[in-house]
Nanobody, 123 residues
Framework: QVQLVESGGGLVQAGGSLRLSCAAS????????IGWFRQAPGKEREFVAT????????YYDESVKGRFTISRDNAKNTVYLQMNSLKPEDTAVYYC????????????????WGQGTQVTVSS
């Protein structure tokens, strides 16, 4: 089992940047695929990005491709989401999630979730 804690959220102006962190505790973090999802008020939780346990495979939603970068440091049990050129529509609670297996865009494939961190982008 793995426990996840997100941090790094906050308020930023459009065009700005934030880096989110997902710190994990528990055994064998390095074998877990990690995904980032987000949920805006009144909307369903949606896929943002995912990274394989080696870090060699990444996928992004089209809405963030070219602006967001997911990475991981298994020695630190941490996954990062670098967010650049932020837009007001990126405003949401951002969650990281873990699963044992291949990368996936489907939230139901992830067994473990953090409590989320708020990102607010002002126009």
């Amino acid at each position: 089992q793995v426990q996840l804690v997100e941090s790094g959220g906050g308020l930023v102006q459009a065009g700005g940047s934030l880096r989110l962190s997902c710190a994990a505790s528990g055994q064998f973090f390095s074998i877990y695929t990690i995904g980032w999802f987000r949920q805006a008020p009144g909307k369903e939780r949606e896929f943002v990005a995912t990274i394989s346990w080696t870090g060699g495979i990444t996928y992004y939603d089209e809405s963030v491709k070219g602006r967001f970068t997911i990475s991981r440091d298994n020695a630190k049990n941490t996954v990062y989401l670098q967010m650049n050129s932020l837009k007001p529509e990126d405003t949401a609670v951002y969650y990281c999630a873990a699963r044992r297996g291949q990368t996936s865009r489907a939230r139901n494939d992830y067994a473990y979730w953090g409590q989320g961190t708020q990102v607010t982008v002002s126009s």
